[in-house]
């Protein structure tokens, strides 16, 4: 019994080890991650946009992946409704804007 329970305290201990390395390795890597300037995510937007809320989660949860990228959400023919609500999106933003798609120019 005292081997079982040695076995099971030594097995614990690998575990617990192994994760305090692998926790520090991953704040080691991750915190020279290099920023991407200049790099735009584009979502073109049409008519009503009914995805618009989700796909602009979707690329905030990717801009936090990406230091430096910047949301650009480009009117394509926006309904005035789904306009309002784009500039809503993109004023609440930090790192975001909505452009015309005819005056949107990558230099």
């Known amino acids: 019994m005292v081997v079982l329970q040695e076995g099971i305290i030594a097995f614990l ?6 994760t ?3 926790l520090s390795a991953g704040v080691l890597f991750r915190a020279g991650r ?10 073109p937007l049409r008519g009503e946009a009914p995805a618009m809320e989700a796909d602009m989660r979707e690329l905030r949860r990717l801009q936090g992946r990406l ?6 959400l480009a009117d394509c ?18 790192d975001a ?4 798609a005819g005056d949107f120019r990558v230099e």
């Not at 201990?13 to 192994?18: C, D, H, M, Q, R």
């Not at 804007?97 to 015309?100: G, S």
């Open 34 to 43: 290099p920023s991407v300037p200049g790099l735009l995510l584009v979502l």
């Open 20 to 22: 305090v390395v692998w």
């Open 77 to 94: 023919g926006l309904t005035d409704d789904a306009r309002g609500l784009a500039q809503y999106l993109a004023d609440r933003e930090e």
């Open 67 to 72: 230091p430096g990228a910047r949301i650009v």
């Open 97 to 100: 804007a909505l452009v015309n």
């Open 13 to 18: 201990s690998a575990v617990g080890l192994t």
